[in-house]
C-alpha cells in the first residue's frame, strides 16, 4: 500500500490565493519531502523536512510536519498560474526507496 | 551540470520490438534509479542501482531489464512488452542511496507506448 495519502485529490484556485495539501503516511520517517510535477514531466524537489523539524520555509512554501499525527502539509502562497501542477509528498522508508503519496493536481486559474 | 537527461521522449513499440531507454547524470551520483508511472498515479520504483550493482528490484517483471554501464549511464532495455506497460518512464539519480535524506533528481522521462 502507499505511504502516503493526500488530499484534496483536486484543488482549483484563482492567481493570488494560497493552497493547502495534506499528506498522511502510515509508518516512522526520517524525513518527509515534497515533490512537483507539470504535466506528465519529471518531477522537481521542492523541500524536505526532518521528522525533528516541525515547520519549514522556501519562498512561497511552507511545509509543516506533525511526527504524532503522521501528517504533512504544504502551503503555498500567493499562488501563480505557472504552479499549476501535480504535487506528492514522500517518504524514504528503506534504503532509498521513495515512496510517493497520491498527489494533489492543482490548477491555478489566472 | 545539475540535469538528468533521458532519450527517446517519446516511443512507440509493437509486442515483439527490442527497445532500450537511455538516462544520463554527471552530477557524480552513485545512485540511479528507474520508476513507472501510470497516468495520474504517482510513480512506482522500479529498479535501484548504487554504484553500478542493481540493490533493490521491485519484483519487476523480466521484459524489463536495466543495466548500468558506467557511473554516468543508466539503461532500460525492454523486449516483449504488453499494452498495460504504456507509461511514463522516470529516471532519477541522488548522491548516495542509503542514506535517508537524499533528495532524487528526476529526467523527464520517456512517455512508452505497447501497440
Known amino acids: 500500500s502507499q505511504q502516503g495519502e493526500e488530499d484534496p485529490q483536486a484543488l482549483s484556485i484563482q492567481e493570488g490565493e494560497n493552497a493547502t495539501m495534506n499528506c498522511s503516511y502510515k509508518t516512522s520517517i526520517n524525513n518527509l519531502q515534497w515533490y512537483r510535477q507539470n504535466s506528465g514531466r519529471g518531477l522537481v524537489h521542492l523541500i524536505l523536512?526532518?521528522?525533528?523539524?516541525r515547520e519549514k520555509h522556501s519562498g512561497r512554501l511552507r511545509v509543516t510536519l506533525d511526527t504524532s499525527k503522521k501528517s504533512s502539509s504544504l502551503l503555498i502562497t500567493a499562488s501563480r498560474a505557472a504552479d499549476t501542477a501535480s504535487y506528492f509528498c514522500?517518504?524514504?522508508?528503506?534504503?532509498?526507496?521513495?515512496?510517493f503519496g497520491q498527489g494533489t493536481i492543482l490548477t491555478v486559474h489566472p | 551540470d545539475t540535469e538528468v537527461t533521458q532519450t527517446p521522449k517519446h516511443l512507440v513499440m509493437g509486442m515483439t520490438n527490442k527497445k532500450s531507454l537511455k538516462c544520463e547524470q554527471h552530477m557524480g551520483h552513485r545512485a540511479m534509479y528507474w520508476y513507472k508511472q501510470k497516468a495520474k498515479k504517482p510513480p512506482e520504483l522500479m529498479f535501484v542501482y548504487s554504484y553500478e550493482k542493481l540493490s533493490i528490484n521491485e519484483s519487476v517483471p523480466s521484459r524489463f531489464s536495466p543495466e548500468c554501464p558506467n557511473s554516468s549511464l543508466l539503461n532500460l532495455h525492454l523486449h516483449a512488452l504488453q499494452p498495460e506497460d504504456s507509461a511514463l518512464y522516470l529516471c532519477?539519480?541522488?548522491?548516495?542511496?542509503?542514506?535517508?535524506?537524499?533528495?532524487?533528481?528526476f529526467g523527464p522521462g520517456t512517455r512508452l507506448t505497447v501497440l
Open positions: 514522500a517518504t524514504i522508508i528503506s534504503y532509498g526507496k521513495l515512496t
Open positions: 532519477a539519480s541522488s548522491p548516495v542511496d542509503r542514506a535517508s535524506t537524499d533528495t532524487q533528481y
Open positions: 523536512i526532518r521528522s525533528n523539524e
